[in-house]
């Protein structure tokens, strides 16, 4: 079985730095969205398997992706919309670069847990981060499960 990026070189080149140009960064957050890399695509799959919906290695279906850009237009979140923005190209419809643009992949997956209004679990604590994915990113209607394969990808991630 072949393997995806390096954990490590995910969450230090790509997640970190995106989550603090978002301002909403932190050891728990960076290890929540590596891990959610981890549990959703290996950090390998850049499409679903079977061809879709969900697109990226963050595994964001179009529908979520475009319910989430709704959900940040106003004043309310003004900021953080042009921070999002700034990470998309602008001459690649946005959905579409959940596929190759890892920095905007990133972004959308952390605006998915904005929005939810519990704090994120503790950056250490690999059952709480997986619970918390279940329940906020991969919902009561998603395939993932709170396992050990989970927890071990949220370990990963701590230790990367």
Same mark, same amino acid.
């Given at each position: 079985?072949?393997?995806? =990026?390096?954990?490590?070189? /995910?969450?230090?080149?790509? @997640? ?7 301002? /909403? ?18 950090? &390998?799959? +850049? ?5 879709? %919906?969900? +697109? ?5 279906? %179009? &529908? ?7 959900? +940040? ?18 001459? =690649? %419809?946005?959905?579409?670069? /959940? ?14 847990? @904005?929005?939810? %209004?519990?704090?994120?679990?503790? &950056?250490?604590? &690999? @059952? ?12 009561? +209607? ?15 991630? =701590?230790?990367?």
């Amino acid at each position: 079985m072949m393997g995806g =990026i390096d954990p490590s070189d /995910l969450k230090w080149r790509v @997640v970190a730095p995106v989550l603090d140009r978002l301002g /909403l960064g932190g050891a728990a957050a960076v290890n929540l969205l590596t891990g959610t890399a981890l549990v959703e695509s290996r950090a &390998a799959r +850049l499409v679903q398997d079977g061809g879709g %919906p969900a +697109l990226g290695m963050w595994q964001m279906e %179009p &529908a979520t992706h475009d319910a989430l850009w709704g959900m +940040l237009e106003g004043a309310e979140h003004a900021d953080l919309q042009t921070r999002v923005a700034r990470m998309a190209c602008a001459d =690649i %419809p946005r959905v579409r670069q /959940l596929i190759g643009n890892l920095r905007y992949g990133c972004a959308m997956a952390r605006v998915k847990y @904005v929005f939810d %209004p519990a704090p994120v679990p503790a &950056a250490k604590d &690999a @059952v709480g981060l997986c619970t918390y994915w279940k329940r906020v990113y991969n919902s009561a +209607l998603g395939a993932g499960v709170v396992d050990s394969v989970h927890i071990a990808a949220f370990t990963t991630a =701590i230790r990367a």
